[in-house]
């Protein structure tokens, strides 16, 4: 099913000292003032205040050289502040602006000596290549990417290293464009049933151990949210549950031989109707891409393996439609989470918080050291963020910065919000332990919060909420219109950075993030 749902892996590039002769199209960056990061290139500095180039980040200037060759510089911002996701975001430029060529080369001689890593830059510019050049192509009937070969040059002495960085940046990539992929795809064609057969396919090809539950096996779990949901529609739901175990040499083992495990929970809801409290139909246009935090987590297990993360990973993602059926939920309908607390529900468009309830238990269960969920939960946190930045909640401040810094470092924009104990009255409940809203047009992505906060017991747990920036409106640097993986990078860059240390300094949990 997979190999027909979703677009192919990115074509091999390759890593050379030196362009091909015959390439259609090469490019090279300058940084503002016109300073050029490939030695031996001189740019020709009137033409191109001429044409009003001044090497701004995401800019490009175009011209043609030699036999019809494209000849592209691309604009690398301010020279200080140059990091990797500033290249990214260069190169994605450059990608776009070379769109109709069969071969691209790209020269990185130089960025380097900027203070990244060939590696590093390499990396960057795989993902900025192959983030930009997306397309969701399984219902166009033509008009496929024309490109043929891509070579990063770099100098002679840094091909290895920049050929570890190619293969990290094309295992990232692919994890991003399979989430993009899943979060496009149209809710008839991807049910919970039909989500669950993929992610048992990525499970196999990354050595997880794969885990369904179907809806007797749900219920038998007692997933009250989960089945609460699911009442309305016709679809019969699915628990996912991937399981990543790193290799003996690859673990990164504490003091005792232990190895940390990190649980991650999406939210699955492959089409979101709001139940009986019905959404309009502009509030439903975009409703299949609300299980992309259930895409991001699937996606993320998917690269462990050939990332060589070091730790245990798990990922939960609890997947079904939200519709108005006749056996749908209805607001004052009372559900059991699987921890036996109980929610009043008043508002089935608040669902995504009922199915990460039963999530964000079952993770508990497997008493890691530390939880991230990632969902498209709230319209309160796009009022608050925009659509370019993820809401940051949790419960330990340490987790929170470790992923704040992994978002920092991968290029994906979050921002810390509180849950202040102030608001926890707000979904107090005259039936229930709880309420499944807050008060109207106040605080909505906090509240929730608070609501996810009491399933996660003492473990220490982060909150992404990317119902902003797990869309994009228009094609722009990176994105593409549709869904834009957010999340993906944040996460592989968090599990990848993570360091465990049995100290007293880093808290009970007994874990530590590398800066």
Known sequence: MMAAMHSPPTLPPEVSDSAPHEVEAIGWGAFEGLETARPGLDLDLVWCERRRFAAELGKTLIAEGAGGRVEVVFGLGDRQSFRPATLRRAVAAFAFATGGAKSVALDLTGITSRGIGADQAVEAAIEGFWFSRYRYTRYHAGDPDPLESLTIVVASDEVRSAERGLERGRVIADATRLARDLSNEPAGALTPAQLAEVAVEVAERGGLEATILDEAAIAEARLGGLMGVAAGSIQSPRLIKLAYEPSESEARRRPDGSIPTVALVGKGITFDSGGLSLKTADGMMTMKTDMSGAAVVIATLG????????????????????????????????????????IEVLNTDAEGRLVLADGLSLAVEEHPDAIIDVATLTGACVVALGRKIAGLMGN????????????????????????????????????????????PGSGGALTAGLLLQEFVSDRPWAHLDIAGPSRSEEDSGELRKGSTGFGVRTLLEFLGSYEPLNSPAVGAAGWKVVP
């Open 303 to 342: 690269a462990c393996r050939a990332l060589g993360i070091g730790i245990r990973v798990i990922g939960f993602a609890p997947t079904t439609e939200n519709m108005p059926g006749g056996r749908a939920i209805k607001p004052g309908d009372v559900l059991e989470i699987r921890n036996g607390k109980t």
């Open 396 to 439: 330990d401040d340490r987790l929170i910065e470790a992923v704040h810094a992994a978002s920092e470092r991968a290029g994906e924009a979050t921002w810390r919000l509180p849950l202040p104990e102030a608001y926890r009255s707000d979904i107090d409940s005259e039936v229930a332990d709880m309420k499944n809203t807050g008060k």
